[in-house]
């Protein structure tokens, strides 16, 4: 009976350290924070904002211009030909694809610069993150904005300390 016991208590204190031990260590951290403040990830907006600022100015000249010839096609369209009213139709509709084609292009443009930016800076968010989880012992370590409840240790300052912000 004595054994029995002695079996059933270590038995229990296995089972009972093997479930403490099952539990990973978990941590969050604030991405959308760190990318906010990230000083690098400040200048990559601001290229952005310029290149942006830079194509709506040339698509605001080339509607313009458009503006400008419609208005004036108008005015002219009864006291030319047929010809020339057609001609002006086709030079319009010409304006109108390559009005459009810009729009696209420069979108097109905005994030692949957007991408080229980004993404080495994520990638440097994202080692900070795995080196600082590391070094405190963490298995794991989520974002904070996916997280119901996120009342783990925050990670967030380390990562902006090893950052260097």
Do not use: C, W
Request: charged residues 30%; proline residues 2%; neutral net charge.
């Amino acid at each position: 009976m004595k054994q029995f016991k002695t079996l059933l208590i270590a038995i229990v204190a296995l089972v009972g350290f093997q479930t403490i031990n099952a539990q990973a260590k978990t941590a969050h951290v604030d991405v959308n924070e760190i990318i906010s403040k990230m000083p690098a990830v400040l200048d990559a907006q601001s290229q952005l904002k310029k290149l942006s600022e830079t194509y709506d100015k040339d698509y605001k000249t080339m509607v313009d211009e458009y503006q400008a010839k419609i208005a004036k096609y108008d005015k002219e369209a009864g006291t030319v030909t047929d010809a020339i009213n057609q001609t002006r139709q086709t030079e319009v509709q010409d304006m109108i694809k390559r009005i459009n084609d810009y729009k696209e292009t420069a979108q097109t443009e905005l994030q692949k610069k957007e991408s080229d930016l980004m993404k080495p800076l994520m990638e440097k968010i994202k080692a900070s993150i795995q080196k600082v989880g590391k070094a405190k012992g963490f298995q794991y370590v989520l974002n904070a904005e996916s997280l119901l409840l996120s009342d783990g240790p925050d990670l967030t300052a380390d990562v902006k300390k090893d950052l260097g912000f």
